[in-house]
Protein backbone atom coordinates (compact mmCIF):
# COMPACT_ATOMS: atom_id res chain seq x y z
CA UNK A 1 0.00 0.00 0.00
CA UNK A 2 0.83 3.61 -1.01
CA UNK A 3 2.22 5.81 1.72
CA UNK A 4 0.76 9.14 2.66
CA UNK A 5 2.50 12.07 2.39
CA UNK A 6 1.47 15.85 3.69
CA UNK A 7 1.19 18.31 2.69
CA UNK A 8 1.25 17.83 -0.84
CA UNK A 9 2.96 21.02 -1.75
CA UNK A 10 4.72 23.78 0.25
CA UNK A 11 6.25 27.39 -0.86
CA UNK A 12 8.67 28.77 1.02
CA UNK A 13 10.74 31.86 1.33
CA UNK A 14 14.44 31.79 1.68
CA UNK A 15 15.35 30.64 5.14
CA UNK A 16 12.16 29.09 5.87
CA UNK A 17 11.81 25.81 7.77
CA UNK A 18 9.50 23.31 6.36
CA UNK A 19 8.30 19.70 7.71
CA UNK A 20 6.97 16.92 5.17
CA UNK A 21 5.40 13.79 6.85
CA UNK A 22 4.82 10.35 5.47
CA UNK A 23 2.52 7.93 6.93
CA UNK A 24 2.11 4.12 6.68
CA UNK A 25 -1.03 1.65 7.51
CA UNK A 26 1.71 -1.28 7.26
CA UNK A 27 4.63 -2.25 10.19
CA UNK A 28 7.77 -0.50 8.63
CA UNK A 29 11.21 -1.74 8.03
CA UNK A 30 12.37 0.97 6.90
CA UNK A 31 12.19 4.58 4.94
CA UNK A 32 13.71 6.55 2.35
CA UNK A 33 13.69 10.11 1.35
CA UNK A 34 14.39 11.29 -1.96
CA UNK A 35 14.58 14.38 -3.72
CA UNK A 36 13.57 14.93 -7.81
CA UNK A 37 14.02 18.04 -9.90
CA UNK A 38 11.64 18.52 -12.46
CA UNK A 39 12.78 16.37 -15.73
CA UNK A 40 15.69 14.66 -12.97
CA UNK A 41 15.85 11.13 -11.72
CA UNK A 42 15.08 11.30 -8.12
CA UNK A 43 18.54 11.58 -6.08
CA UNK A 44 18.40 9.64 -2.03
CA UNK A 45 18.57 11.65 0.53
CA UNK A 46 18.44 9.32 3.35
CA UNK A 47 17.02 6.09 4.89
CA UNK A 48 15.74 5.44 8.19
CA UNK A 49 16.17 1.92 9.76
CA UNK A 50 13.75 0.51 12.32
CA UNK A 51 14.62 2.42 15.92
CA UNK A 52 13.23 5.76 15.56
CA UNK A 53 17.07 7.29 15.13
CA UNK A 54 16.73 10.85 13.82
CA UNK A 55 19.56 11.25 10.49
CA UNK A 56 20.74 13.66 8.21
CA UNK A 57 22.94 17.08 8.18
CA UNK A 58 22.37 19.95 9.91
CA UNK A 59 19.82 21.66 7.29
CA UNK A 60 17.77 18.68 6.37
CA UNK A 61 17.21 15.46 8.56
CA UNK A 62 14.60 12.83 9.34
CA UNK A 63 13.54 10.77 11.92
CA UNK A 64 11.47 8.10 11.95
CA UNK A 65 8.42 6.79 14.44
CA UNK A 66 8.10 3.05 15.02
CA UNK A 67 5.19 3.01 16.76
CA UNK A 68 3.25 4.83 14.27
CA UNK A 69 4.77 3.91 11.34
CA UNK A 70 5.15 7.27 10.12
CA UNK A 71 8.41 9.58 9.33
CA UNK A 72 8.90 13.29 9.25
CA UNK A 73 11.54 14.90 6.79
CA UNK A 74 12.63 18.58 8.17
CA UNK A 75 14.16 21.23 5.79
CA UNK A 76 15.79 24.12 8.21
CA UNK A 77 16.60 27.34 6.89
CA UNK A 78 15.46 26.40 3.28
CA UNK A 79 17.77 27.70 0.06
CA UNK A 80 16.25 27.88 -3.41
CA UNK A 81 18.35 24.68 -4.63
CA UNK A 82 16.06 22.97 -2.09
CA UNK A 83 12.89 23.31 -4.59
CA UNK A 84 11.87 19.97 -5.90
CA UNK A 85 9.71 17.24 -5.06
CA UNK A 86 9.96 15.09 -2.06
CA UNK A 87 9.00 11.52 -2.13
CA UNK A 88 8.91 9.00 1.03
CA UNK A 89 9.65 5.35 -0.20
CA UNK A 90 8.89 2.25 2.69
CA UNK A 91 9.63 -1.02 2.93
CA UNK A 92 7.82 -3.57 5.04
CA UNK A 93 10.75 -6.34 4.95
CA UNK A 94 14.10 -6.33 4.22
CA UNK A 95 14.89 -7.48 0.64
CA UNK A 96 11.42 -5.71 -1.06
CA UNK A 97 11.10 -2.95 -3.24
CA UNK A 98 10.65 0.73 -1.88
CA UNK A 99 6.63 1.60 -2.50
CA UNK A 100 6.52 5.18 -3.03
CA UNK A 101 4.41 8.00 -1.85
CA UNK A 102 2.79 10.52 -4.35
CA UNK A 103 5.45 13.15 -3.33
CA UNK A 104 5.46 16.73 -1.92
CA UNK A 105 6.40 19.27 -4.42
CA UNK A 106 8.53 22.29 -2.57
CA UNK A 107 8.93 25.91 -3.72
CA UNK A 108 11.31 28.05 -2.40
CA UNK A 109 11.34 31.74 -3.46
CA UNK A 110 13.72 34.27 -2.46
CA UNK B 1 31.45 4.28 -12.44
CA UNK B 2 28.03 4.54 -14.81
CA UNK B 3 25.83 3.77 -12.41
CA UNK B 4 22.50 3.02 -13.95
CA UNK B 5 22.11 3.25 -17.54
CA UNK B 6 18.99 3.47 -19.25
CA UNK B 7 18.21 3.21 -22.78
CA UNK B 8 16.55 4.77 -25.09
CA UNK B 9 16.27 8.18 -23.47
CA UNK B 10 12.83 8.87 -26.01
CA UNK B 11 10.77 6.09 -27.45
CA UNK B 12 7.89 6.45 -29.83
CA UNK B 13 5.59 3.42 -30.38
CA UNK B 14 2.51 2.46 -32.00
CA UNK B 15 -0.13 1.22 -30.16
CA UNK B 16 0.42 -3.23 -29.91
CA UNK B 17 4.11 -2.85 -30.55
CA UNK B 18 6.25 -4.45 -28.23
CA UNK B 19 9.45 -3.43 -27.07
CA UNK B 20 12.22 -3.95 -24.28
CA UNK B 21 13.56 -1.07 -22.18
CA UNK B 22 16.85 -1.66 -21.23
CA UNK B 23 18.91 -1.22 -17.89
CA UNK B 24 22.33 -1.94 -16.48
CA UNK B 25 23.97 -1.11 -13.12
CA UNK B 26 27.85 -1.20 -12.76
CA UNK B 27 28.45 -1.44 -8.99
CA UNK B 28 27.01 -4.93 -8.62
CA UNK B 29 24.10 -4.32 -6.61
CA UNK B 30 21.97 -7.03 -5.61
CA UNK B 31 18.44 -5.04 -6.36
CA UNK B 32 17.10 -3.68 -9.14
CA UNK B 33 13.28 -2.24 -9.78
CA UNK B 34 11.26 -0.84 -12.41
CA UNK B 35 9.37 2.10 -11.77
CA UNK B 36 6.77 3.77 -13.68
CA UNK B 37 5.97 7.79 -13.03
CA UNK B 38 2.60 9.64 -14.21
CA UNK B 39 1.68 13.23 -12.92
CA UNK B 40 0.00 13.59 -9.74
CA UNK B 41 0.62 9.52 -8.88
CA UNK B 42 4.46 9.57 -7.68
CA UNK B 43 6.41 6.47 -8.53
CA UNK B 44 4.49 3.23 -8.92
CA UNK B 45 6.75 -0.38 -8.67
CA UNK B 46 6.29 -2.28 -12.12
CA UNK B 47 8.39 -5.41 -11.34
CA UNK B 48 11.78 -5.91 -9.22
CA UNK B 49 14.65 -8.45 -8.51
CA UNK B 50 17.01 -9.28 -5.06
CA UNK B 51 18.91 -11.26 -7.00
CA UNK B 52 20.25 -13.08 -10.46
CA UNK B 53 17.09 -15.31 -11.41
CA UNK B 54 15.12 -13.69 -8.97
CA UNK B 55 11.87 -11.09 -9.86
CA UNK B 56 8.63 -10.39 -8.43
CA UNK B 57 5.59 -8.15 -9.09
CA UNK B 58 5.26 -4.71 -7.57
CA UNK B 59 2.32 -2.48 -7.65
CA UNK B 60 1.33 -2.33 -11.77
CA UNK B 61 2.90 -5.28 -13.34
CA UNK B 62 -0.08 -5.78 -16.00
CA UNK B 63 1.54 -5.42 -19.38
CA UNK B 64 5.34 -5.98 -18.44
CA UNK B 65 7.70 -8.61 -18.16
CA UNK B 66 11.13 -8.51 -16.68
CA UNK B 67 13.97 -11.45 -16.44
CA UNK B 68 17.02 -10.99 -14.03
CA UNK B 69 19.78 -13.42 -15.78
CA UNK B 70 22.95 -11.10 -14.40
CA UNK B 71 23.42 -9.15 -11.72
CA UNK B 72 24.19 -6.15 -13.99
CA UNK B 73 21.03 -6.55 -16.39
CA UNK B 74 17.41 -5.91 -15.95
CA UNK B 75 15.43 -5.10 -19.27
CA UNK B 76 11.89 -4.19 -19.17
CA UNK B 77 9.49 -5.65 -21.95
CA UNK B 78 6.49 -4.36 -22.91
CA UNK B 79 4.26 -7.27 -24.89
CA UNK B 80 1.83 -5.24 -26.55
CA UNK B 81 1.69 -1.63 -26.02
CA UNK B 82 -0.79 0.61 -24.77
CA UNK B 83 -1.73 4.08 -24.77
CA UNK B 84 -1.83 3.77 -20.83
CA UNK B 85 1.48 2.62 -21.06
CA UNK B 86 2.80 6.12 -21.76
CA UNK B 87 5.16 7.32 -18.84
CA UNK B 88 8.52 7.94 -17.66
CA UNK B 89 10.36 4.85 -16.73
CA UNK B 90 12.69 4.14 -14.28
CA UNK B 91 15.47 1.67 -13.41
CA UNK B 92 17.04 1.99 -10.11
CA UNK B 93 19.73 -0.57 -7.84
CA UNK B 94 20.72 -0.91 -4.68
CA UNK B 95 23.00 -2.45 -2.79
CA UNK B 96 21.45 -3.29 0.40
CA UNK B 97 20.17 -1.30 3.43
CA UNK B 98 21.59 2.00 1.28
CA UNK B 99 19.32 4.30 -1.06
CA UNK B 100 18.46 3.48 -4.66
CA UNK B 101 20.18 5.00 -7.66
CA UNK B 102 18.43 5.77 -10.02
CA UNK B 103 18.69 5.83 -13.85
CA UNK B 104 18.23 9.03 -15.89
CA UNK B 105 14.72 7.76 -17.49
CA UNK B 106 13.41 6.65 -20.36
CA UNK B 107 10.21 8.92 -21.72
CA UNK B 108 7.58 6.42 -23.75
CA UNK B 109 4.80 7.55 -25.87
CA UNK B 110 2.16 4.97 -26.94
CA UNK B 111 0.31 6.55 -30.17
Known amino acids: QQPVQSPQAVILREGEDAVINCSSS?????VHWYRQKHGEAPVFLMI?????EQKGHEKISASFNEKKQQSSLYLTASQLSYSGTYFC???????????FGKGTTLSVSS | NAGVTQTPKFQVLKTGQSMTLQCAQD?????MSWYRQDPGMGLRLIHY???????DQGEVPNGYNVSRSTTEDFPLRLLSAAPSQTSVYFC??????????FGSGTRLTVV
Open chain 2, 92 to 101: ASSGGSRGYT
Open chain 1, 26 to 30: KALYS
Open chain 1, 48 to 52: LLKGG
Open chain 1, 89 to 99: GTASQAGTALI
Open chain 2, 27 to 31: MNHEY
Open chain 2, 49 to 55: SVGAGIT
